[in-house]
């Protein structure tokens, strides 16, 4: 039976008792029959699980894992570590794929023996008061690149050309990956925080061999209310931003970086490090209250960075 499994969609579920028939009607609804849907209901408190369940007893190709809440990383974890396919694709409950899109992208991977497809999408609004409220993110998150980078080449090629051009998304759910290439390289999502595609996309683009794009929007992506980047900024936030500062430090010192891949790196951690003051000033919370998430020792880093940000000593070590 896993020989048939072409694709191995893993959906990570909490509270979207609103959108999670839309994501998994777009999915069933596909033209492809060789795929699995694997559901971690990551500890919902409303309806979702009950709402998965309804599908999972209905479509024997929807999987349906009940978990306690560790997050949206843990949660696709727990789903890539039981995936059959040849290839996964990652797609948030809130969101929803285009029609007759599988089989394309299959055909387009396997027939190129792609490590890593990467493709484009299309971002919503939930109404127009959340249009309003938050209008500039489209064009600040915009998931259609300017050209099509078609060429078969390796992950820090593609992610310099695509950094060259201001075309690079940080997100997993733009990307269908060989799940041998993340099982041979040991590629997992950081747990315990937000923003982990930001890592778990470096990573891959840094050891992938094969890879392409396609310009076809693929992922539609929904911009709603009570979502990461519409809600405010807590201490959460916070320390996620740090974890992912220095943990892309540490993969920029791990991985065989080519030169030109180590600029693009290093213009990525100065951006990180603004984000992360740029975050700590719109929070208006006071760093050394910030007890819950952060040790006296990561207080002490975080107030370094926001002080230093574009000439952190840290980045400086990790990539000279």
């Known amino acids: 039976m896993s020989s048939e499994i072409k694709i191995s969609v893993i959906i990570p579920i909490y509270n979207v008792e609103k959108y999670l028939a839309e994501c998994l009607d777009s999915v069933i609804a596909q033209d492809f029959d060789h795929y699995e849907i694997l559901c971690v209901d990551d500890g919902s408190t409303d309806s979702s699980g009950k709402i998965l369940d309804e599908y999972a007893n209905r479509c024997p190709q929807v999987h349906a894992f009940h978990t306690v809440n560790r997050g949206l990383g843990a949660a696709r974890n727990f789903g890539l570590k039981r995936s059959r396919g040849e290839y996964v694709l990652f797609v948030d409950s809130d969101d929803y794929l285009q029609k007759n899109i599988l089989r394309y992208l299959y055909e387009q991977a396997s027939a190129f023996d792609l490590d890593i497809l990467h493709f484009d999408g299309d971002i919503i609004y939930e109404d127009a008061e959340l249009e309003q409220r938050f209008g500039k993110l489209k064009a600040r998150y915009a998931l259609s690149r300017s050209r099509e980078y078609g060429e078969i080449t390796d992950g820090q090629k593609l992610y310099c050309n695509m950094k060259q051009?201001?075309?690079?998304?940080?997100?997993?759910?733009?990307?269908?990956?060989?799940?041998?290439?993340?099982?041979?390289?040991?590629?997992?999502?950081?747990?315990?925080?937000?923003?982990?595609?930001?890592?778990?996309?470096?990573?891959?683009?840094?050891?992938?061999k094969r890879v392409s794009h396609r310009r076809k929007n693929v992922y539609?992506?929904?911009?709603?209310?009570?979502?990461?980047?519409?809600?405010?900024?807590?201490?959460?936030?916070?320390y996620s931003k740090l974890r992912c500062y220095l943990e892309y430090a540490l993969l920029a010192a791990k991985?065989?970086?080519?030169?030109?891949?180590?600029?693009?790196?290093?213009?990525?951690?100065?951006?990180?490090?603004?984000?992360?003051?740029?975050?700590?000033?719109?929070?208006?919370?006071n760093i050394d209250d910030c007890t819950q998430y952060f040790t006296p020792a990561s207080r002490a880093l975080?107030?370094?960075?926001i002080n230093n940000p574009l000439q952190s000593i840290l980045a400086q070590l990790f990539l000279r």
């Not at 539609?220 to 916070?238: D, G, H």
């Not at 975080?302 to 960075?305: G, R």
């Open 255 to 285: 991985l065989s970086l080519r030169d030109e891949t180590s600029k693009h790196a290093m213009s990525m951690l100065r951006g990180l490090g603004r984000g992360i003051k740029s975050a700590y000033k719109e929070s208006h919370l």
């Open 165 to 208: 051009n201001g075309d690079h998304r940080e997100v997993s759910w733009l990307q269908l990956l060989r799940r041998d290439f993340l099982e041979e390289n040991n590629l997992l999502f950081p747990e315990g925080i937000l923003n982990e595609d930001i890592i778990f996309d470096f990573a891959c683009l840094g050891l992938a």
């Open 302 to 305: 975080f107030k370094y960075i």
């Open 220 to 238: 539609v992506y929904r911009i709603r209310n009570n979502s990461i980047i519409t809600s405010p900024i807590s201490e959460k936030t916070l």
